[in-house]
T-cell receptor, first 111, second 116 residues
Framework: EDQVTQSPEALRLQEGESSSLNCSYT??????LFWYRQDPGKGPEFLFT???AGEEKEKERLKATLTKKESFLHITAPKPEDSATYLC????????????FGSGTQLTVLP | GAVVSQHPSRVICKSGTSVKIECRSL??????MFWYRQFPKKSLMLMAT?????????EQGVEKDKFLINHASLTLSTLTVTSAHPEDSSFYIC????????????FGQGTRLTVV
């Protein structure tokens, strides 16, 4: 059974203080690792998909990287509007390819 | 990007009544849609996979007679919570994947259900 573990559970940063969020996974065969952002009371918003170890993707202040066992979401010089819960998920190799989510990291960026 | 619209965003109902939640893919066709439930400060729990034109596949522990799913077209799936009870109060979210692509799923805005 696929397992996804995110750390830390919560992270408080000062504006401009860079950091990284971790997502470790155990899957029988990785079909894709996904990062989403979720604001309170909203559905998740897609950020990145990574498929193979060594792959990196960037979007504004965010950069996602992938190794064989974990993924990192690096946040460079964060702003208060980056405050949200960040979720990672892996794609099930079965026919429906549903996503298994981690518990998320709640990020708070203080002004 | 692909847009998924979920309606209503909030609903309050009396115990014993049924509530229907709609999930529409606005600018793409979705053969498969997923329904999740999310408890406060917890992650998304997959309830069921909805397939257009066939019966939904429910996850273990999810009562199919209580959570009725209909996927009548390539752009619409509905979740009906039947005979709702206070313990059914939760945040329900749907997602859809573009037909023919096994890539990222796009999520609706979620529905906050409160049963009183």
């Amino acid at each position: 059974e696929d397992q996804v573990t995110q750390s830390p559970e919560a992270l408080r940063l000062q504006e401009g203080e860079s950091s990284s969020l971790n997502c470790s996974y155990t899957v029988s065969g990785l079909r894709g690792l996904f990062w989403y952002r979720q604001d309170p009371g909203k559905g998740p918003e897609f950020l990145f998909t990574l498929y193979s170890a060594g792959e990196e993707k960037e979007k504004e202040r965010l950069k996602a990287t992938l190794t064989k066992k974990e993924s990192f979401l690096h946040i460079t010089a964060p702003k208060p509007e980056d405050s949200a819960t960040y979720l990672c998920a892996v794609q099930d190799p079965g026919s429906a390819r549903q996503l298994t989510f981690g518990s998320g990291t709640q990020l708070t960026v203080l002004p | 990007g692909a847009v998924v619209s979920q309606h209503p965003s909030r609903v309050i109902c009396k115990s014993g009544t049924s509530v229907k939640i709609e999930c529409r893919s606005l600018d793409f066709q979705a053969t498969t849609m997923f329904w999740y439930r999310q408890f406060p400060k917890k992650s998304l729990m997959l309830m069921a996979t909805s397939n257009e034109g066939s019966k939904a596949t429910y996850e273990q522990g999810v009562e199919k007679d209580k959570f009725l799913i209909n996927h009548a077209s390539l752009t619409l799936s509905t979740l009906t919570v039947t005979s709702a009870h206070p313990e059914d109060s939760s945040f329900y979210i749907c997602s859809a994947r573009i037909k023919g692509l096994n890539t990222e799923a796009f999520f609706g805005q979620g529905t906050r259900l409160t049963v009183v």
